[in-house]
């Protein structure tokens, strides 16, 4: 019993480690790890040199557009003279979500540049435009938290985006320059190609739910004023008959009013008249807004092909102005109802013209780099001092296991 414990007791001193192991095993070792840092940080450098990519970055400036006309779709039509910027917050976001879908779509119908297939299945990586293209904003989140308190006016500030920083990366330093020169000019193109894509479904939206309802206007318009007409009949047959009623005072009325058939058959008879004119007036401005909505109609049929065969916004741009310009020359000249609604839609082409080519610009070339040395020079170092490392733990606990064994068989 007593030889049995012993033999215990010898085998938890030799399976556990004192502080003298470690140290000797440093003084035996020290130098074979030190050699494997220095060779993985070498070949961390090495594969750094030789097989690292470049990385390039283009700053496009967020420019300020004067004059901006805002135009709507009803009988009345509103110009603004103001300045913003090419981007906002919002309008940023929803290119941020959609640009990546864009380039997917482009990339599955064959139709990316010659070269460039393979970076517009980057570009079709919402991941990467979060990552890759970042906004500069006038006033960081840092400064927004000690200038909250100062002003109200810091909100937009802090909203308001001053420049978007593009990053690509490419073999070379050309590479890597083209590169990001193309994900530049895809996000003005892309960018201008959704905006006249959603003008055009606007319109096309428009030459659907509005002509309803214009209709359904101009009949209901036409029987009010049937209505109008037969009372101004019936009153000018009272007038006949009755003369010596008509006189009184010329005042304004309402025809509707209780009191208003007690008023003079003059009074009566010019009110309503008056109204009548107001419905021819305003089944004038309803027709005229549905001829307008054709003219639209006959753009858009002509637009959407064109939209179908590029996704380069801004030639798509062109051509449709070009449209525009044709359709405008074959109005009448004092045809000036139809000539206001090309202005609005030239106006909206010009706006994304402008929007996508001196609203988003760069200032400067783009700057290319290969950067991480240090990351892969460490990762290198680290990498062979711990293989290193466990090599010789993993040759010490072998010796340690062949010695135990050997030492076992002696005893018995």
């Not at 509103?78 to 482009?106: C, E, F, G, H, R």
């Not at 890759?132 to 938290?145: E, G, L, M």
């Not at 858009?300 to 359709?327: C, N």
Request: a neutral charge.
């Amino acid at each position: 019993m007593s030889n049995q414990i012993v033999i215990d007791d010898l085998k938890q001193e030799e399976n556990e480690i004192s502080l003298l192991d470690i140290i000797t095993f440093i003084q035996e070792s020290w130098k074979k790890l030190a050699i494997a840092a220095i060779v993985g940080a070498i070949l961390g450098f090495a594969s750094w040199n030789f097989l690292g990519s470049y990385q390039a970055e283009y700053v496009l400036l967020n420019n300020t557009n004067t004059n901006t006309n805002t135009n709507t779709n009803t009988s009345i039509s509103s110009n603004t003279n103001s300045s913003s910027y090419a981007l906002d917050l919002v309008s940023w976001k929803t290119i941020q979500k959609s640009l990546p879908n864009l380039a997917a779509q482009i990339e599955d119908e064959g139709k990316a540049p010659e070269g460039q297939a393979r970076l517009y299945r980057v570009l079709a990586n919402d991941q990467w435009w979060q990552k890759n293209v970042v906004p500069s904003y006038a006033i960081s989140k840092a400064d927004t938290k000690d200038l909250a308190a100062i002003s109200k006016d810091l909100d937009t500030a802090s909203t308001t985006i001053l420049s978007l920083t593009l990053k690509s990366d490419g073999p070379t330093t050309e590479k890597a320059v083209e590169n990001v020169r193309t994900v530049a000019k895809f996000l003005r193109t892309g960018s201008a190609y959704l905006q006249i894509r959603n003008i055009l479904n606007s319109y096309e939206s428009e030459t659907i739910s509005m002509v309803a309802d214009l209709q359904k206007r101009i009949t209901s318009t036409e029987i009010e004023m049937s209505y109008q007409v037969q009372r101004a009949k019936s009153l000018e047959e009272l007038y006949k008959r009755f003369p010596s009623g008509a006189s009184g005072a010329n005042q304004v009325v309402d025809l509707k009013d209780s009191g208003a058939k007690y008023l003079p058959l003059a009074t009566q008879i010019i009110a309503a008249n008056n109204d009548i004119n107001q419905f021819k007036e305003t089944l004038q401005r309803y027709k005229d807004r549905l001829a307008q909505i054709a003219l639209m109609k006959t753009f858009v049929d002509q637009a959407i092909p064109l939209a179908e065969q590029t996704y380069d916004g801004l030639v798509l741009d062109e051509q449709l102005l070009e449209v525009e310009a044709a359709m405008r020359a074959k109005l009448a000249k004092e045809d000036i109802k139809q000539q206001e609604a090309l202005d609005q839609l030239r106006g909206q082409l010009l706006v994304v013209k402008a929007r996508f080519t001196k609203g988003l610009e760069g200032n400067t070339a783009p700057t290319a780099s290969k950067k991480g040395m240090i990351k892969t020079t460490a990762g290198g170092l680290a990498g062979a001092f711990f293989l290193m490392l466990f090599l010789l733990l993993g040759q010490k606990v072998w010796v340690s296991i062949k010695g135990s064994q050997k030492s076992g068989g002696v005893r018995s």
